[in-house]
T-cell receptor
Framework: KAGVTQTPRYLIKTRGQQVTLSCSPISGHRSVSWYQQTPGQGLQFLFEYFSETQRNKGNFPGRFSGRQFSNSRSEMNVSTLELGDSALYLC???????????????FGAGSRLTVL | AQSVTQLGSHVSVSEGALVLLRCNYSSSVPPYLFWYVQYPNQGLQLLLKYTTGATLVKGINGFEAEFKKSETSFHLTKPSAHMSDAAEYFCAVSDSFGNEKLTFGTGTRLTIIP
């Protein structure tokens, strides 16, 4: 069974640009969450999607957005990039937040974004 | 709101020695608690979780943790460290069933001394 796949794994952008990151969850998983990991702030929750609906949102500015498609794949977008957006962005999936697999997240390897 | 405190950002133990990584939580409701491990250039892998029931939880790779409500702790232990245990470990808390929003601690980097 394939794990959570995140693309691209590495990317470099300049300030002011925008970026889109993609996440393919484990087959059959319907919930996707996104986290930002930085040395200074650690792991911080961005948002969670289930059945194409945002269930939960962290404390990030509106420049950070996401969406989920009908096949459960998810994308997140960061507009007007700032130096502080440099981070490892982790995607996690779970079967169903309302079922027996609730609260058990499987993480991808992440997308490492560097903003110059 | 929940929070997690991991005591010791770096812990070193000798191979074969006891591993003890400390985690204290703060939660206004009964917490759901987790330990994750992260190897270099990889995502996080779930080691174990506590939701309800037995307070001693066994996980993968020989790790276990005990939920102590009176001490608001969820320390991670392993009787005998192995070189392959070198990694960063994160304690996390969720405030409810089905809430995928986890609040993570700052992590503890475990080094194994040969």
């Amino acid at each position: 069974k394939a794990g959570v796949t995140q693309t691209p794994r590495y990317l470099i952008k300049t300030r002011g640009q925008q970026v889109t990151l993609s996440c393919s969850p484990i087959s059959g998983h319907r919930s996707v969450s996104w986290y930002q990991q930085t040395p200074g702030q650690g792991l911080q929750f961005l948002f969670e999607y289930f059945s194409e609906t945002q269930r939960n949102k962290g404390n990030f500015p509106g420049r950070f957005s996401g969406r989920q498609f009908s096949n459960s794949r998810s994308e997140m977008n960061v507009s007007t990039l700032e130096l502080g957006d440099s981070a490892l962005y982790l995607c996690a999936s779970s079967p169903n937040p309302q079922g027996s697999g609730a609260n058990v997240l499987t993480f991808g390897a992440g997308s490492r974004l560097t903003v110059l | 709101a929940q929070s997690v405190t991991q005591l010791g950002s770096h812990v070193s133990v000798s191979e074969g020695a006891l591993v003890l990584l400390r985690c204290n939580y703060s939660s206004s409701v009964p917490p759901y608690l987790f330990w994750y491990v992260q190897y270099p250039n990889q995502g996080l892998q779930l080691l174990l979780k506590y939701t309800t029931g037995a307070t001693l939880v066994k996980g993968i790779n020989g790790f276990e943790a005990e939920f102590k409500k009176s001490e608001t702790s969820f320390h991670l232990t392993k009787p005998s460290a192995h070189m392959s245990d070198a990694a960063e470990y994160f304690c996390a808390v969720s405030d409810s069933f089905g809430n995928e929003k986890l609040t993570f601690g700052t992590g503890t980097r475990l080094t194994i001394i040969p």
